[in-house]
């Protein structure tokens, strides 16, 4: 229950950074988008774990921790490439289907899942998918190989990087676990900016949005690679996973976008998927 909580915790913060996206990730671009997010929760967390952190962390930890930050900084920008080609009701659903490679990953570590716990996994990444192609206004776009294949790389970003920050993770070290990866994930985002000669720094108009959104990404990474210290950390991807689904509904309420009635019905499928899940 402890990891799912902190799994649903950062899909909420997510579905409401993803809602701000709409904004102005077409304005922006990936680079001016994802830099001074990931920046700001650097800042943020870099700060709190200096002052709240109580216990030291060992080599091994850091270079996993840096190595999730590493690994979170290609797939931010993966999952901002595949939502500038989309269409969503192709990116969202290969995106979301990471919680299978966090539970298999999991298992083939020794994790005991019942067949009960995968079924109501696939159930949750099959609704959150379901949802997502029923959006009536991505109809008209077609999927395009070059999405899917961002998408996918994304979707073992995900897996990956929340396996790699859950094993960084002990008491007393949660926030400075987190804060080296923040710090791992703006250096190969910058790297890659530098290469490419991309800009990163965004208007000043943006800042305000860009800096909740840094808050919001922060809160999440941290609940989940929090989740190591937990039983069934995995589950805390699974709950994260949802957080597509949870955008439609923050998009319906604070954007007035229609929700159709197959959206709907994959949402109440995900939300009893994950009842069950926290019994």
Not at 62 to 79: K, N, P, Q, W, Y
Not at 211 to 230: E, R, S, T
Request: aromatic residues 8%.
């Amino acid at each position: 229950m402890g990891a799912l909580t902190l799994g649903l915790i950062a899909a909420f913060s997510w579905g409401v950074h993803d809602t701000m996206v709409r904004y102005i990730s077409q304005k922006l671009g990936v680079f001016r988008s994802l830099f001074p997010v990931l920046l700001t929760g650097t800042v943020v967390t870099s700060k709190l774990a200096l002052t709240m952190d109580a216990g030291s962390m060992t080599s091994e930890a850091r270079v996993m921790a840096i190595l999730s930050g590493l690994v979170f900084g290609v797939t931010g920008m993966s999952f901002y490439a595949a939502l500038a080609i989309g269409p969503v009701r192709v990116v969202a659903p290969a995106v979301a289907s990471f919680p299978i490679l966090s539970v298999a990953w999991a298992v083939a570590n020794g994790q005991s899942v019942t067949m009960l716990q995968w079924l109501a996994v696939l159930v949750i990444v099959g609704g959150c998918g379901f949802a997502a192609m029923s959006s009536a206004e991505e109809e008209a776009a077609p999927p395009t190989l070059q999405a899917i294949l961002w998408s996918v790389l994304a979707a073992v970003g995900f897996a990956l990087s929340f396996a790699l920050g859950q094993l960084s993770v002990a008491d007393g070290t949660e926030l400075t676990a987190i804060a080296i990866a923040r710090v791992g994930a703006v250096a190969v985002v910058v790297l890659i900016a530098l290469i490419l000669r991309r800009p990163v720094l965004p208007v000043r108009s943006a800042l305000p949005i860009l800096l909740a959104m840094g808050l919001l990404d922060a809160i999440a990474i941290g609940a989940v690679m929090v989740a190591g210290n937990y039983a069934y950390p995995e589950f805390a991807s699974v709950g994260a996973s949802i957080f597509g689904v949870l955008t439609i509904i923050f998009a319906s309420i604070f954007l007035k976008e229609s929700v159709t009635r197959s959206q709907w019905i994959g949402i109440v499928i995900v939300f009893v998927a994950i009842g069950y899940l926290a019994l």
